[in-house]
């Protein structure tokens, strides 16, 4: 089959399966069996592709993309991706802008990312800002294992360490934290299904960083509908400069406050 005709056969089975994007993930999947970008691919339109099947049926059923490619794009990093972290959300990105701008101007700044997952944001900062001293801490060991694994990938010199909610409270110029904030996956797409629980639902985690947090600047990532609330409550808890970011939808997604 050349690659050709494999799009056009995989489009047409993940858009039966439901998938939001079909022509897109097909074109990734097969351009990542045949070793190419999927703008390479183009140029190759009559390759035979070989291998294809089980990528396939995996992202038929749902399993996320990102997973079955095995890594994703996150800023300027290309990190390894499996169903020890939540997939780094483009969302995610505008975090890590967030946390840069508020860097300006502090030199060596001490940074900690409060539930590192895959290393996204963590390893992100250090890539952009090498002279940061980063920490991230997670209470799953299986994300922190996988946060390993990028940093040493990447050669990005970050602490990684099991904690909660409580480092953030030991003195820093910047804790950033996409933590759990879906209260149930009821109703919600299939492919969160893949990805693990800890990392998905939560209720309350940001009122509870805020509160504990010893920290110069604090960068929240926050589900839809929720940056009023938490930006209240930074106002309440004496953050000053409270500002609320849109992500690429238009959907209120970042919390920031200093103190
Ligand atoms: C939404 S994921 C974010 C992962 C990564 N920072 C990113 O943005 O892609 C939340 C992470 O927080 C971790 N987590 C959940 N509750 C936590 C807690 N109380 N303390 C530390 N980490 C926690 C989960 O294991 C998961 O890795």
Redesign the pocket.
Same mark, same amino acid.
């Given at each position: 089959m050349t690659a050709r005709e494999a799009i056009a056969g995989a489009e047409r089975r993940l858009a039966s399966a439901g998938v939001d994007s079909p022509r897109v993930d097909a074109e990734l999947l097969v351009a990542h069996v045949l070793g190419l970008s999927r703008t390479r691919l183009y140029a190759d339109l009559d390759r035979e592709v070989d291998g294809l099947e089980p990528l396939l049926a995996r992202r038929e059923r749902r399993e996320p993309l990102a997973y079955v490619l095995g890594e994703w794009g996150f800023r300027r990093l290309t990190l390894k991706t499996d169903a020890r972290?939540?997939v780094?959300?483009p969302e995610?990105e505008v975090v890590v802008e967030r946390a840069l701008a508020l860097l300006d101007g502090t030199t060596s700044p001490r940074v900690l990312?409060?539930? +590192?997952?895959?290393g996204?944001?963590a390893l992100a900062l250090k890539d952009e800002r090498p002279d940061a001293r980063v920490t991230g +801490?997670?209470?799953?060991d299986e994300?922190l294992a996988l946060a390993r694994e990028n940093a040493d990938r990447l050669g990005l010199d970050v602490e990684l360490r099991h904690?909660?909610?409580e480092t953030a409270g030991s003195g820093w110029d910047l804790v950033v934290s996409?933590?759990?904030y879906v209260d149930t996956l009821e109703g919600l797409q299939p492919e969160l299904r893949y990805e693990?629980e +800890?990392?998905?639902v939560?209720t309350g985690?940001h009122e509870r960083l805020a509160e504990g947090a010893r920290t110069r600047a604090l960068v929240l990532?926050v589900g839809e509908g929720q940056a009023g609330g938490v930006a209240r409550s930074l106002a309440e808890l004496g953050y000053r400069d409270v500002r609320v970011t849109p992500d690429l939808a238009g959907i209120d997604r970042v919390v920031e406050g200093v103190r």
């Open positions: 972290a939540l780094p959300r995610t990312d409060v539930g +590192v997952g895959s996204a944001i +801490v997670d209470e799953s994300a904690g909660g909610l996409n933590p759990p693990p +800890v990392a998905l939560g985690l990532e």
